[in-house]
């Protein structure tokens, strides 16, 4: 059974820093494409970044230099070191595991507020 748990929201001030976690179990992260998406209330869920089996990685036009995905393959685990935080970055953040099937974490809430 694939389980997916994020970790590391929270109430952050704009220009802070934040890192989430993906905790992944039943699927290998080093096998399988991890995105992050992002959803704010009222609006669509959309994709922040990507990182591919071999390592590569893409990202949001809207977070770009601003946040790294990363994955640890030890510890099956994938992160997303969020900085320079704006007010627009506050959403629920979801971890998305593309393998076999897609599967989804249940969401951190990100709120960057002064």
């Known amino acids: 059974q694939v389980q997916l748990v994020e970790s590391g929201g929270g109430l952050v001030q704009p220009g802070g820093s934040l890192r989430l976690s993906c905790a992944v179990s039943?699927?290998?992260?080093?096998?399988?494409?991890i995105d992050w998406y992002r959803q704010p209330t009222g609006n669509q869920r959309d994709m922040v970044a990507t990182?591919?089996?071999?390592?590569?990685?893409k990202y949001a036009d809207a977070v770009k230099g601003r946040f790294t995905i990363s994955r640890d393959t030890v510890k099956n685990e994938a992160y997303l070191q969020m900085s320079s935080l704006k007010p627009e970055d506050t959403a629920t953040y979801y971890c998305?595991?593309?393998?076999?099937?897609?599967?989804w974490g249940q969401g951190t809430q990100v709120t960057v507020s002064s």
């Open positions: 039943g699927v290998m992260v080093s096998m399988s494409v």
């Open positions: 998305h595991v593309r393998a076999v099937m897609d599967y």
């Open positions: 990182i591919f089996r071999a390592g590569s990685t």
